[in-house]
């Protein structure tokens, strides 16, 4: 039955169906006959054009054919491995160093290594790789690895094609996996809202009215609007449905805004919580405190740079916990530099010391710009923290900026436990709140002060270093976050541990529950004005500090 | 680099020095300006240009200099402020008294210099795409213009190769460059038939680097059944984390593919690039086309640098052509007046490292091939679509009606670059 089938397909031309074929036997009488390796060779070569339409027909060639090595040609051509050797044969190599590294394309054996010289890349553009995409994930869908069939059992919803749905109806038989088989029903129905019998149709729009997705919300409206729907019943149907898709996706968007905004308020919390210690508890105005936040960011580029060329490639995702010291130590040690050479003369003197701490912000700049160049450094992003989870109807949260929302919580918490519990806390505290008094206890306040300072300024190193996984790393890296910085410790409440993120949180929702309406724009522009009238209103804050040291 | 154009200097002028002892005519050293950044947001893009200038220099001395005379670079840096950039234009020509300068990045720096060069006579030559809607007297554009560079892209897009792209974001930083641009498309996509509610255009100020929403509301803007592409006027820093959240959002180039206009070689050394193959880039030259004359250049500036890893970007070849032209203008004329060299800079013609040959029109502006590039995991590009030949530069878009009537021609009798044509 099924082998008829695949060949009744075959004969035909399209590229749906004869990859329908392929995939039917791939998946069902794995390769009975002996390939035909000139088929497959013919094919091949024929990719071996300049016209990317001849490569189309190529790849459509390559899809119908039943050989268990064409899943990986075309994935190799995919990612742009394939290659014309000068002899003309198609070879897939793969860059290691100076070398290429070679397999033959049709028997997988490995090849002596080439230069660049001796190889032509065969290109493929966006509409190619969309093709191959489709030839493959029909392919994926019997795969073993059940995200890989979640994917392309997407890919096919998102490119709904009638020839499939057999191949759907059998993927969902054999699906022992509920997710996925979840997602097969979504497709089936998709497909068959467009089928003749109108239980059918009824029963898929009852499906999809389940899910919350914008792209089969728009494919049921397109429905209504075309007039395809003669029955008055489903049409009703269908109306429900979008309803019901309306208030999930209502409710989504609500979710998604609070998420961007604990997202964008952690990334505040970030860059302002070692402001909060040398402006919000000292009192200093440091307009270098930007700067910290880049050095701690090149920190990170020099430690990932060291694992590059030292540690173990499978041990690389791990520099960012070998950075966390460093960028900590090396913000801290430029904090006390400051603070010894500049600040201590400054105390009491606030234009003075935004004028001279200005000057020093833009001596960092160059200088790291002399160092490192003017360019922006690549700091990547480890395999654990890319990628995105999917929370339901299309509301994603990165994963590098979850672990940014933890990671600013777990220092927040820290740095609480540390003033609150240590013995250097106390002095802090003591020495702030009343500096004469604390003096006459025997605490040493200039050392108090050096090492306040160097706190303050490591706490910014530390968010530079996470920072750098989603900002750019440039000498101009920290004038993006010092405005902001200021902003959340001034709205807070200066000297206010609370006050910083109970402010960084509130800025980023309100910020980012503004975007949608305003624009980026106007919405900073929009905050900025709330917070001046704020400030009018509560010139401390939210937080205002209360007892002695509020008198002073 | 300062030693060695210090000892070059002392080069030359020992072989002035020497020339005139045996009697041949050899005045002082031509001088060449050189006015971009070195310090400050756009040394990123600027110092690069300062590079490639002193490496044509270097070469045309070689080769003997120009007139019999050796070239000399004036560098001055005009750190990335635009009234710096007017100061360091007025030092180079009234104190230096520079013959021609190669300078500035910015659409504000140009227009903040240009009243300096049509005051003093000057000549610069601009290496950068920009907006159009400009003419100078005293200015040569060797970037492209929006003719040569967005709305071949838009019309790439919109032909089946290009996906036949039907819904369209226009998303771009909140300046000059971006907004005329935008106006521009904006308009030609509707002389195309796209609806009005099938375009968004969206702004984000400079150094913008929380993407989340805006990512999210593509998403949400493809999801309307039509095959939608975003064309990105986003100006340099915030590229990077608005392609970072592309990428972690999962958004491919398969299913909305961003064009964009300011993203070259350079701007890509910073980000990993994997995740965005198949995005695309415009421009009218790539340092991975294979042509004999590209490599030679760029094995040549490798050398002259001594960094392999240095890569060679469109703005650097328009300063190549414009270089090339200028020199050839120079011995035409043969002298280096401003006016004399102006006249003989029409008609100029010198090879594209590309492939074909770059014309100099009496508008100022070059023709030139136009080239759409998909990103590649090693940070290059790849070709896959160019023009068939040239596309001569429009300074005054045909898609803005006030602009339209005007036309540039700085010959005579004409001799106007804002005036409408004349009615024949």
């Known amino acids: 039955m099924i082998d008829r089938k695949s060949r009744d397909l075959s004969g035909n031309r399209t590229l749906g169906a004869a990859a329908l074929g392929a995939a039917l036997l791939f998946a069902t009488a794995p390769v009975a006959s002996e390939p035909s390796e000139a088929d497959f060779h013919a094919a091949l070569q024929a990719l071996d054009t300049q016209k990317f339409q001849q490569k189309a027909q190529a790849i459509e060639h390559l899809g119908a054919l039943d050989n268990p090595r064409i899943l990986e040609v075309l994935e190799s051509l995919a990612k742009g491995r394939l290659y014309v050797r000068k002899d003309g044969r198609i070879v897939i190599a793969e860059r290691s160093g100076k070398k290429y590294l070679i397999q033959d394309a049709i028997s997988g054996r490995p090849e002596p290594e080439a230069g660049k010289k001796e190889l032509k890349k065969i290109k493929v553009n966006n509409r190619l790789r969309r093709l191959i995409r489709g030839v493959t994930g029909r392919l994926a869908l019997f795969s073993d690895d059940p995200d890989r069939r979640v994917k392309a059992a997407d890919n096919l919803i998102k490119n709904p094609n009638p020839q499939v749905l057999p191949l759907f109806r059998q993927a969902r038989d054999r699906e022992t996996d509920d997710a996925v088989r979840a997602k097969l029903e979504v497709g089936i129905a998709v497909l068959e809202l467009e089928a003749d019998d109108p239980a059918l149709r009824l029963a898929a729009t009852t499906t999809l009215a389940e899910t919350s997705d914008p792209d089969i919300r728009s494919l049921l409206e397109h429905r209504l609007q075309t007039d395809a729907e003669p029955n008055l019943e489903i049409r009703d149907a269908l109306h429900g449905a979008i309803e019901t898709i309306d208030r999930k996706l209502w409710l989504f968007g609500i979710a998604e805004n609070l998420l961007f905004g604990i997202s964008l308020g952690s990334v505040l919390l970030l860059a302002a919580i070692g402001l909060a210690i040398t402006f919000g508890v000292m009192g200093v105005i440091n307009m270098a405190h930007g700067e910290m936040i880049m050095l701690g960011a090149y920190s990170a580029f020099m430690v990932q740079e060291i694992f590059r060329s030292v540690v173990p490639p499978e041990l690389f995702g791990f520099y960012l916990l070998a950075a966390l010291p460093v960028a900590f130590l090396m913000s801290a040690s430029m904090g006390v530099l400051i603070e010894r050479g500049v600040i201590r003369f400054l105390y009491g003197r606030p234009l003075e010391t935004l004028l001279a701490t200005w000057g020093i912000s833009l001596i960092l700049q160059q200088l790291v710009r002399s160092i490192f160049g003017a360019n922006n450094r690549e700091v990547a992003n480890p395999e654990w923290i890319s990628g995105a989870i999917e929370i339901a109807g299309g509301v994603t949260v990165t994963l590098n900026r979850l672990c940014i929302i933890l990671f600013s919580l777990a220092v927040v918490a820290a740095l609480a436990a540390f003033i609150r519990y240590s013995r250097f806390g106390l002095n802090m505290r003591a020495v702030t709140q009343n500096r004469s008094m604390a003096a006459s206890m025997g605490i040493r306040t200039g050392q108090v002060d050096a090492l306040t300072f160097a706190l303050g300024s490591g706490i910014a190193g530390v968010a530079g270093m996470a920072l750098s996984q989603i900002s750019n790393v440039s000498p101009n890296l920290g004038q993006n976050f010092i405005v902001d910085s200021f902003m959340v410790v001034v709205f807070g409440g200066v000297g206010s541990l609370w006050g910083t993120i109970v402010g960084a949180f509130s800025l980023g929702i309100v910020n980012k529950f503004l975007e949608p309406v305003s624009g980026a724009i106007l919405g900073k522009i929009v905050v900025l004005v709330f917070i001046i009238l704020f400030i009018q209103m509560r010139p401390r804050g939210l937080f205002a500090l209360k007892g002695r040291a509020a008198g002073d | ?424």
Not at chain 2, 167 to 179: N, S
């Open chain 2, 1 to 424: 680099m300062k030693t060695v154009s210090k000892l070059m200097a002392a080069a030359c002028l020992f072989a002035g020095v020497f020339a005139a002892s045996e009697g041949v005519r050899a005045d002082e050293p031509i001088k060449v300006g050189v006015l971009h950044s070195l310090s400050g947001t756009m040394a990123i893009s600027e110092t690069a240009l300062k590079d490639v200038m002193e490496f044509l220099i270097s070469e045309q001395n070689a080769k003997g200099g120009v007139l019999g005379r050796k070239l000399e670079a004036v560098v001055v840096d005009p750190a990335s402020d635009w009234p710096l950039f007017a100061e360091k234009a007025r030092e180079l020509i009234e104190q230096h008294e520079v013959d021609v300068v190669f300078g500035c990045w910015t659409s504000v720096s140009r227009k903040s210099v240009l009243p300096v060069f049509e005051e003093l006579n000057g000549m610069l030559f601009y290496p950068v795409q920009y907006e159009g809607e400009e003419s100078s007297r005293n200015i040569f554009y060797t970037g492209a213009a929006p003719n040569q560079q967005a709305i071949p892209a838009v019309e790439y897009l919109m032909s089946e190769e290009g996906g036949s792209v039907e819904r369209w974001v226009l998303a771009g930083t909140d300046y000059v460059y971006p907004r005329t641009t935008n106006k521009i498309l904006e308009a030609f996509l509707k002389a195309k038939g796209v609806a009005e509610e099938d375009i968004m255009i969206n702004y984000t100020p400079f150094g913008h680097s929380d993407w989340q929403t805006i990512v999210s509301d593509i998403k949400k803007f493809a999801s309307a059944g039509k095959k939608t592409a975003v064309v990105s006027t986003i100006n340099g820093d915030a590229n990077v984390p608005f392609y970072k959240e592309l990428g972690n959002q999962g958004i491919a180039a398969e299913d909305i593919p961003v064009v964009a206009f300011s993203v070259g070689e350079e701007e890509l050394a910073g980000i990993d690039t994997g995740p965005l193959v198949g995005h695309l880039a415009a421009w009218n030259y790539f340092m991975s086309v294979e042509s004999d004359k590209n490599s030679e250049v760029i094995e040549k500036w490798h050398e002259f640098i001594g960094n392999e890893d240095r890569v060679f970007n469109d703005p650097m070849e328009a300063h190549y052509i414009g270089f090339q032209m200028w020199v050839q203008a120079v011995e035409k004329a043969g002298t280096t007046d401003i006016d004399a060299v102006r006249t003989a800079m029409y008609g100029q013609t010198a090879p594209n490292l590309t492939g074909g040959t770059a014309v100099m029109n009496v508008n100022h502006h070059l023709s030139k091939p136009v080239l759409i590039g998909e990103i590649q995991d090693d940070g290059q590009f790849d070709v896959v679509w160019e023009t068939d030949g040239v596309v001569p530069g429009d300074a005054w878009s045909d898609f803005i009606p006030e602009s339209a009537k005007l036309m540039s021609d700085w010959t005579e009798p004409f001799s106007c670059g804002n005036c409408e044509k004349p009615s024949s």
